[in-house]
């Protein structure tokens, strides 16, 4: 198993609509998760953290953690042309350190 | 402005030529990172350092050294004994290793032919 996996996509989804991104992590004494948007030729960004079971909501994104299932997920309401970017999930390992996922290009229809 | 810069943008070399890649942070974290991306590949980590003169290879580190001589300062060396160097380098720190945010520079284009 990939200790952080991905699907890598692409997905589409239509302007103004809501874009559900997911991932899943192999350690399960993991503690922070984040998500990353990377823009094509540039460097990731982060957008958000999470560290507790739930929900987090920063504008129009939303990280749901899930750890007994060992997966988070990043939604983005209201979607728009600018969102279209790929999104990286990254999680910390009990050694500290930080493991990415390969990221799921997200295509924002207009 | 607070960040983390990286220079050059894009870099030329030929095959056999050690190049070493700039980054410098004034975030005041102590802990910096260097990664690979290459296409349709995740971040790969080279090297890390969570205090000065201090830093530890990670998963990919053959063909690359560092140097942590100052807290803002973490450059990259890619020797000629890396055998496929041509690959997007980004840089990023955080406040302390492990569990804390990463926060990235812009990132060298390296291209060896």
């Known amino acids: 198993q990939k200790e952080v996996e991905q699907n890598s996509g692409p997905l589409s989804v239509p302007e103004g609509a809501i874009a559900s991104l997911n991932c899943t992590y192999s350690?399960?004494?993991?503690?922070?998760f984040f998500w990353y948007r990377q823009y094509s030729g540039k460097s990731p960004e982060l957008i958000m953290s999470?560290?507790?079971?739930g929900d987090k909501e920063d504008g129009r994104f939303t990280a749901q953690l899930n750890k007994a299932s060992q997966y988070v997920s990043l939604l983005i309401r209201d979607s728009q042309p600018s969102d279209s970017a790929t999104y990286l999930c990254?999680?910390?390992?009990?050694?500290?350190?930080?493991?990415f996922g390969k990221g799921t290009r997200l295509h924002i229809l207009p | 402005d607070g960040g983390i810069t990286q220079s050059p943008k894009y870099l030329f070399r030929k095959e056999g030529q050690n190049v070493t890649l700039s980054c410098e942070q004034n975030?005041?974290?102590?802990?910096m990172y260097w990664y690979r991306q290459d296409p349709g590949q995740g971040l790969r980590l080279i090297y890390y350092?969570?205090?000065?003169?201090?830093?530890q290879k990670g998963d990919i580190a053959e063909g690359y050294s560092v140097s942590r001589e100052k807290k803002e300062s973490f450059p990259l060396t890619v020797t000629s004994a890396q055998k496929n160097p041509t690959a997007f380098y980004l840089c990023?720190?955080?406040?302390?290793?492990?569990?804390?945010?990463?926060?990235f520079g812009p990132g060298t284009r390296l291209t060896v032919t």
């Open positions: 990023a720190s955080s406040r302390q290793g492990g569990g804390y945010e990463q926060y």
């Open positions: 350690d399960r004494g993991s503690q922070s």
């Open positions: 999470i560290y507790s079971n």
């Open positions: 990254a999680v910390n390992k009990r050694d500290d350190k930080i493991i």
């Open positions: 975030l005041n974290h102590d802990a």
């Open positions: 350092s969570q205090i000065v003169n201090d830093f």
